[in-house]
């Protein structure tokens, strides 16, 4: 599973061979979350809330980029957090 980002800590990954619903995953430590790309809403996991804070900020900046991901099934690099 490609890294698309990295921040604070936080590795987001996203499968590209699975089917669903648009999704990406966040690590944080031990903890995990599966996020929604339409939504932006976490499907599954727990994560501390400020984890889950700074991975809602991001994810807002890079939404499109996030769809264009899944739907393109192409693989690009993004920026975390500043």
Same mark, same amino acid.
Request: proline share 3%; no cysteine.
């Given at each position: 599973?490609? +890294? !698309? =980002?990295? @921040?604070?800590?936080? !590795?987001? #990954?996203?499968? @590209? #061979? %699975?089917?669903? /619903? =648009?999704?990406?995953?966040?690590?944080?430590?031990?903890? *995990?979350g /599966?996020? *929604? +790309?339409?939504?932006?809403?976490?499907m %599954?996991?727990?994560?501390p809330?400020r984890?889950? #804070?700074? !991975?809602?900020?991001? =994810?807002?900046?890079?939404?499109? %980029?996030?769809?264009?991901?899944?739907?393109?099934?192409? @693989? /690009?690099?993004?920026?975390?957090l500043?």
């Open positions: 599973m490609p +890294v !698309i =980002a990295r @921040f604070y800590g936080i !590795i987001i #990954k996203m499968y @590209f #061979k %699975e089917h669903g /619903i =648009a999704h990406f995953h966040a690590i944080y430590g031990e903890f *995990n /599966i996020f *929604n +790309v339409d939504t932006l809403e976490i %599954e996991g727990d994560l809330g984890a889950k #804070k700074l !991975i809602l900020e991001w =994810a807002k900046k890079y939404q499109k %980029e996030l769809k264009d991901m899944w739907k393109t099934q192409k @693989f /690009i690099q993004l920026p975390g500043e």
